[in-house]
DNA sequence: CTTATATATGTTATATTATTACATATTGTT
DNA sequence: AACAATATGTAATAATATAACATATATAAG
């Protein structure tokens, strides 16, 4: 291996993992990462689960919680996701990151009753999409 | 049994771990239910997920889903629940439910870029609480 | 360049979370 | 009483995720 991660590089497990979510039309769990990338050479759960946990950390990549499954950031890549919002088709499945400024910045500035402050946020909505309705 | 569900009445199974749940004071897993409820006479993890879906479709109880954790419904008790937000202290992992109209009411007016309107929506909210900063 | 430290990788085993499949029982309705 | 719908019981297994430990590579400091 030449390097490791200077400035924002990926690591060689890191950008497998990373290219094939980042191509992938829909979100994908970390089973199916581990299928898919075996002919790399990666051959345990747990390496592709370190991936993806610095992937999520480094914001190019977000799970979506109630899928179990990992979808690459559409928006402002490669920014650290402290704020993310996702539209999820409960027919299709079909899934896709909410890029709203009016929606980030409400929720960036929402304080709860006892004033506490959030750094950090995920909402997840349910509906019909286009297609589907 | 007398009789099952008339009204909104629970069954047997439903009860017992919706009481432990409610009395709970923190969120609790499901196997963790499971080990709590064994003395009660359920046995396996399928009777316990089948209440926690039954309960979590009538809105008497919600899921953490970054914690894969159940908590009771601390907002208008029994309804249904297509609109959930909580506040979780990444320090101690209190979680609490969020009620706030002015939130609840612009989540449900969102539309995304496409006029998409949705049907329900579950929000998680991350900082430290009080006692933890 | 060499040493130290932090970070990344490889590997095995195991823990945790959730569902499939099938049988039986109870309820509410006709 | 007969039926359909819902709830329960049980065993097996699938799917998701982490612990523990060894090795390798990268970056920073001397």
Same mark, same amino acid.
Request: charged share 30%; hydrophobic share 35%; proline share 2%.
């Given at each position: ?29 970390a089973?199916?990462?581990? %299928? ?9 759960p747990l390496?592709v689960y370190r991936a993806l946990d610095? !992937? ?49 910045? &409400?929720?960036?500035? %929402? ?9 950090? &946020?995920?909402?997840? %909505?349910?509906? !019909? ?5």
């Amino acid at each position: 291996m030449r390097r490791m991660h200077k400035e924002n590089n990926l690591t060689k497990n890191q950008q497998i993992i990373f290219d094939l979510i980042d191509k992938s039309p829909e979100p994908l769990k970390a089973y199916s990462i581990l %299928f898919n990338v075996q002919k790399k050479g990666i051959k345990a759960p747990l390496q592709v689960y370190r991936a993806l946990d610095k !992937l999520v950390e480094m914001g190019k990549i977000h799970k979506i919680e109630s899928r179990n499954a990992f979808i690459a950031c559409q928006n402002s890549s490669c920014q650290v996701s402290k704020a993310t919002a996702f539209s999820i088709c409960e027919m299709c499945e079909k899934i896709t990151e909410i890029s709203s400024s009016s929606l980030s910045k &409400y929720l960036a500035n %929402f304080k709860d009753k006892d004033g506490m402050k959030y750094s950090k &946020y995920n909402l997840e %909505f349910f509906g !019909l999409c286009k297609k589907c309705r």
